[in-house]
């Protein structure tokens, strides 16, 4: 594969099919064109399973008065979760094993979960209908022709560009385009995931009651 390494310049991918063309354009080979969207999807679900940042975050409302709730079809990983008006007493989570040997099962005000496939279940379960207030990492949205942009293609579009090449590689085996564009992608997801932990604790550490301690410089 001859990768074209020209300059991305800033708002030439701006959509799915900018992504589609730009990808066509950099490989230089008419007979792969109609594997590109199987490539896009494919760098999709490995990025799914690399990211979490600030961006995939979503609050949520769920309500139930059911032990078990089925998770939203884009849920990834659960971030925090508090039953409405408890901001400060999160449940927590435990083992599917431990839950039997610390609650009987009799219902009451929940204060751990679990999670075993895509449903979540509560400790103790709710003796009446609860709401939960959720916040959960989602799925990053796939690209088609119907929904032709996201949020990670608006910001960070290298991360498509390097990740479709790497899987239009894997595909036609060449192993120095495999090993260039996945350092490039890897390098990319890298540095996403360090500026959303930029993001999450940014701004200015302030001192919380600072005092002096007797017979010690503070």
């Known amino acids: 594969m001859a990768v074209s390494l020209s300059i991305i310049a800033a708002g030439t991918i701006g959509n799915y099919s900018d992504l589609e063309n730009k990808v066509a354009l950099w490989l230089d080979r008419d007979d792969l064109n109609d594997r590109i969207p199987d ?7 490995e990025a799914n399973r690399l ?20 998770l ?15 901001p400060d007493r999160p449940l927590v989570e435990m083992s599917p ?8 099962g009799d219902p009451g ?20 209908q609860t709401t939960f207030r959720v916040t959960y990492f989602r799925k990053i949205p796939p690209l088609t022709s119907a929904a032709p942009s996201n949020w990670m293609l608006e910001e960070h579009p290298d991360i498509y560009l390097w990740g479709t090449l790497e899987q239009a590689a894997i595909y036609i085996r060449d192993e120095d385009a495999i090993a260039l564009c996945g350092q490039k992608f890897q390098t990319a997801i890298a540095e996403l995931q360090r500026e959303s932990r930029m993001d999450r604790w940014a701004g200015p550490l302030v001192p919380n009651n600072v005092r002096q301690v007797r017979g010690a410089p503070c």
């Open 72 to 86: 939203p079809a884009d849920f990834r990983r659960l971030r925090k979760i508090f039953i409405d008006g408890n």
């Open 39 to 45: 490539f896009i999807a494919l760098m999709e679900a």
């Open 97 to 104: 094993i431990s839950v039997p040997q610390r609650y009987s």
């Open 51 to 70: 990211l979490r940042t600030v961006n995939q975050e979503v609050p949520d409302i769920w309500v139930t008065a059911s032990e078990t709730y089925l």
């Open 109 to 128: 005000t929940p204060e751990a979960y679990y999670i075993e496939g895509r449903s979540i279940s509560f400790a103790p379960p709710p003796a009446a």
